[in-house]
């Protein structure tokens, strides 16, 4: 994400279990696409690149870039069925519900307790939400999925927490499973199922819902402190935001990635400490082109990517 804002690169292929591709544009202000799980192939991921033909739960690859335009060229050069599937099936994604502002139905969710927002970052989401009602957008400010957020974010970390204690080693697979980080495969299945009922009320709330605007995390970017307890993310914390653990960070990516839903990711604005923001535009299932094409309006509204100071 650091390579495309500053330039030294035209686009950049993430991975995104819980954010990988999301957090790093937001902080960077830059564009990125979270695909809906399973519609690119993930061969060859370098965490374990053994047994690159098996697929992590919840994790994709998705694009990098400095536009909308970009992004679904990308996204075109990617998608599609993984060499084991390309004998029986093809991926035929629906065009967007929507091409105009004002044809869209939108949802705006800008802060919630189960994983509260900066200031900082919720004024630049406010500001950028009155700006497209201003431009002709239909917001709904009350309109949310039937779902308890903060279980579904918690039941989404465990899985992603899940995903990632796999390793080719017993050594380390021993010791995740004695940090908590394993689960069995019935208790996996339990969360699995509770999943499929999320997607349910996440599918039924986009039936009259195109696109669905929320925080892509809470805080704005921060300086990079490394705790002495160990090098793992997980003993990290927020520098200058009272030091709050780092799962903080990706409550909101892990509640939306976790139901397998497409997001795009589009820069719309400063801090007052010049500092980016993006925000995520959730679409339903498979719908990446919708979130797509309104991204691409908001750009019209609030434009886009802005060089940072250093490339400039």
């Not at 989401?125 to 974010?153: C, N, Q, W």
Request: hydrophobic share 40%; aromatic share 8%.
């Amino acid at each position: 994400a650091a390579a495309v804002a500053m330039g030294f690169t035209g686009f950049e292929i993430g991975t995104d279990i819980g954010g990988s591709i999301r957090v790093p544009s937001s902080f960077c202000g830059v564009y990125g696409h979270k695909p809906s799980f399973g519609i690119i192939p993930t061969y060859g991921y370098l965490d374990n690149p053994t047994s690159h033909r098996n697929v992590a739960d919840i994790n994709v690859f998705g694009p990098i870039a400095r536009c909308v335009d970009d992004l679904e060229l990308l996204l075109g050069l990617l998608a599609g069925p993984s060499p084991d599937d390309a004998p029986g099936w093809r991926l035929d994604l629906p065009a967007p519900r929507a091409i105009e502002l004002g044809s869209f139905r939108v949802a705006a969710w800008l802060d919630d307790d189960f994983a509260p927002v900066d200031p900082a970052v919720r004024d630049v989401m406010s500001a950028a939400v009155d700006a497209l009602e201003h431009a002709g957008a239909r917001i709904d400010h009350e309109r949310r999925p039937d779902i308890d957020p903060r279980r579904a974010a918690r039941e989404g970390l465990t899985l992603i927490s899940a995903a990632t204690a796999i390793s080719d080693s017993d050594d380390e697979n021993s010791a995740a499973s004695a940090g908590g980080r394993g689960l069995d495969h019935r208790d996996w299945d339990v969360l699995h199922r509770r999943r499929g009922e999320t997607r349910q009320r996440w599918s039924e709330f986009f039936a009259d819902v195109d696109v669905l605007l929320c925080p892509v995390t809470v805080v704005p970017p921060f300086r990079h402190v490394q705790a002495p307890e160990g090098p793992n993310w997980a003993y990290a914390t927020l520098a200058d935001h009272d030091d709050r653990h780092y799962s903080d960070l990706i409550g909101w990516s892990a509640l939306i990635g976790s139901a397998y839903l497409p997001v795009t990711v589009p820069p719309i604005g400063r801090t007052s400490d010049s500092l980016p923001v993006c925000i995520q535009v959730v679409a339903p299932y498979l719908h990446d082109h919708t979130s797509l094409a309104f991204a691409r309006c908001m750009a019209e509204v609030l434009g886009g990517y802005e060089p940072p100071p250093a490339a400039s």
